[in-house]
């Protein structure tokens, strides 16, 4: 293919999408070689894109998805229905541009929405991969979106960015492919996940593995869900992604039936009713394995564990230019981590800029209606812009 | 019974508990009115105590347990084998000094240790009351204490002091029996539980309840135990009992084997075989049903609420004196709700004097060897009992 082929395929690619939400899958020829030393082979990645890539191929910008989110930035999702949980900060006049930078969002390995993951066959079985499949790190996510853009004929990116797990892929992009990251935006994010992120990520897995229906991991073989226990694991996660003034101000004491208490086990409590219907819509989308392939990929995050346990060794010779952006009411990802990241590049002489955004939002601030997260993102992408000619 | 009389086996009882760690058990004759409208007979109350009353009946310290502690407060628990919940706090010469005062604990209705509870046989039906058990409060719990009370003889509280949900019955003693209790100390509680505490309780009683062994709360019947579910509801809650910092400085992200991660799901982190002991330690010991049960109860409970809106009318004409304490790090019980009582006893022109102890050990500080919250109790009770003229 020459260069105006691959430009004109991936642009049509990703004008079918506007009608389509589907999502593009690319079957990636090379084996994806894994943290674990085991190699992942055939990898597929599915994934979105927005906008247009402009000639010199240097207008892409990697969105980078939660634990449980997806490529679905802002189109409709294809299984709930809802809008794109980006859909405010990446659109046409939006902090992410898609008028002006093409926008790639693939769903990560190990994931659950078309990309390689514990539910997809295994070619060597004819059978849903389960617990088979080999455990995956956020490297590998990251190696395996490089794949993505080796396979897409797009040699960097102009920027990576993404919030919480998200945040974690972009800080090990800069860290893995220095060369292919001009600008980096990690939001509400860490280097490391802590002890209280792990505890919190094991409960959840520990309610999956206890159902009965999760059959170790061979449901899909045999023909159920675990349903009970991965709606209690995503109730347990819930309470993390919101502040504590949050819970108060939206839901505080409220009853369901206004001064009426059941004196019983129902959801006589608003707060007990939003936490049962999070946990009953999760599993109407999520795949349970893939959620314990996903934690498990950020509790082993440790980038300066990686470096020889300098942070700033990983870093080193950076030339990426850096925006770290923190929450002050997140408590699962507080700014003390993002201060750590912030100090490390500074060690490394990098280019850096650091924003702790006020909010009572908690940690789902960075999936939110935030106008302060809005005008640093756009403010940072536009002066990188200009740097970079674009 | 003569005073004498009651005396006698009163201290008799303490004196045969000192060699058996079995606890008294008090048949209560009348009926105990729960506020859910319902009736709860016949009632029994498990209880243990230590010391020996004074000749004036003046010198008894009750003291309230925690959703999971129960009245084994300083003597060898019968089950665990460990030693009581806080034998640092209660014994001769600690700061509830059993050399000086008559110290009181009962396992809480609802509970599982002895008084009546969902796992309590229904003499209506020869069979466990399972959910059948009327629904039980905080109100009720310091109720059944006052009958318990009432059937030693003992007309009124030198002091009411607890943790936690046993901070909890400490303020509804006051509220609800303001001439029984000379003295209080509330440590790390509130009066009202938060939206956030709901949400981790209703966690832990969707997984309780997702366990098949559950059985629609007919497991004792059925010969079963919801082992799993429970465990999941115990770990989740034991998060919340530590500070962030105390589990970064005694797990951080420490490996089991070191610096050998299994890329499995095995416990590599020494935080996940720590959470996993404490759920598989505590199905040995708590019942399912309680635990729904006594969670409900720390739900519902909400003192200001209970006097129309205002939580200095809960202690209007108090003579108690109060001592409230809480902990920095604590972020199930905040000070902030701390602050609260203290604003409503000051309204109420209460004697209150107010103590925030500087410590990183979370919640779970007022289990713990804190010298300040040792300091502080006994200098409170030690100026109490000298206006007492103990």
């Known amino acids: 293919m020459n260069e105006a082929t691959i430009e004109l395929s991936v642009n049509a690619a990703a004008r079918r999408e506007a009608d389509n939400p589907r999502s593009l899958v690319a079957a990636i020829g090379k084996p994806l070689k894994l943290e674990s030393g085991s190699t992942l082979?055939?990898?597929?990645?599915?994934?979105?894109?927005?906008?247009?890539?402009?000639?010199d191929r240097s207008n892409a910008v990697l969105v980078c998805h939660a634990l449980t989110g997806d490529q679905h930035v802002a189109n409709v999702h294809p299984v709930t229905g809802k809008q794109g949980w980006w859909s405010t900060m990446v659109g046409p006049g939006r902090p992410v541009d898609t008028d002006r930078f093409f926008v790639i969002c693939s769903n990560v390995v190990g994931g659950c929405m078309?990309?390689?993951?514990?539910?997809?066959?295994?070619?060597?079985?004819?059978?849903?991969?389960?617990?088979?499949?080999?455990?995956?790190?956020?490297?590998?996510?990251?190696?395996?979106?490089?794949?993505?853009?080796?396979?897409?004929?797009?040699?960097?990116?102009?920027?990576?960015?993404?919030?919480?797990?998200?945040?974690?892929?972009?800080?090990?992009?800069?860290?893995?492919?220095?060369?292919?990251?001009?600008?980096?935006?990690?939001?509400?994010?860490?280097?490391?996940?802590?002890?209280?992120?792990?505890?919190?990520?094991?409960?959840?897995?520990?309610?999956?593995?206890?159902?009965?229906?999760?059959?170790?991991?061979?449901?899909?073989?045999?023909?159920?869900?675990?349903?009970?226990?991965?709606?209690?694991?995503?109730?347990a996660a819930h309470i993390t992604y919101l502040s504590e003034p949050a819970l108060q101000t939206k839901f505080g004491r409220n009853l369901q039936d206004r001064d009426r208490r059941t004196f019983g086990f129902d959801a006589d409590f608003q707060i007990e009713s939003y936490l049962r219907h999070q946990g009953a819509s999760?599993?109407?989308?999520?795949?349970?394995?893939?959620?314990?392939?996903?934690?498990?990929?950020?509790?082993?995050?440790?980038?300066?564990?990686?470096?020889?346990?300098?942070?700033?060794?990983?870093?080193?010779?950076?030339k990426t230019r850096f925006c770290v952006a923190s929450f002050?009411?997140?408590?699962?990802?507080?700014?003390?981590?993002?201060?750590?990241?912030?100090?490390?590049l500074n060690a490394a002489a990098a280019n850096v800029s650091f924003v702790e955004i006020a909010t009572d939002k908690g940690h789902d601030a960075f999936l939110l209606d935030v106008p302060e997260l809005f005008a640093t993102t756009k403010g940072f992408l536009d002066a990188a812009a200009k740097v970079r000619g674009l």
Chains 1, 2 share one sequence.
């Not at 990898?43 to 000639?55: D, E, M, P, S």
């Not at 794949?147 to 998200?166: E, K, R, T, W």
């Not at 002050?328 to 490390?344: C, I, M």
Request: glycine share 10%; net charge negative.
């Open 328 to 344: 002050t009411s997140d408590w699962l990802f507080p700014t003390e981590g993002a201060r750590q990241v912030v100090h490390a």
């Open 282 to 318: 999760f599993v109407e989308r999520f795949d349970a394995n893939s959620y314990l392939y996903v934690t498990r990929a950020m509790d082993y995050f440790d980038l300066g564990a990686d470096h020889g346990g300098s942070l700033a060794a990983a870093f080193k010779g950076t």
């Open 114 to 235: 078309g990309t390689t993951g514990p539910a997809s066959t295994d070619p060597a079985t004819g059978e849903p991969y389960g617990l088979s499949l080999p455990l995956v790190t956020i490297r590998d996510m990251v190696d395996a979106q490089a794949l993505l853009l080796d396979h897409l004929g797009i040699p960097d990116l102009f920027c990576a960015v993404g919030g919480s797990m998200g945040g974690m892929q972009v800080l090990q992009w800069a860290a893995r492919h220095p060369d292919r990251v001009f600008s980096a935006l990690p939001i509400a994010t860490a280097a490391k996940h802590s002890a209280q992120n792990i505890a919190f990520h094991e409960v959840g897995r520990q309610a999956i593995t206890a159902d009965p229906d999760w059959r170790d991991g061979r449901y899909l073989l045999e023909g159920s869900i675990p349903r009970k226990g991965l709606a209690v694991a995503r109730m």
């Open 41 to 55: 082979a055939p990898l597929r990645i599915a994934y979105q894109t927005y906008g247009v890539l402009n000639r």
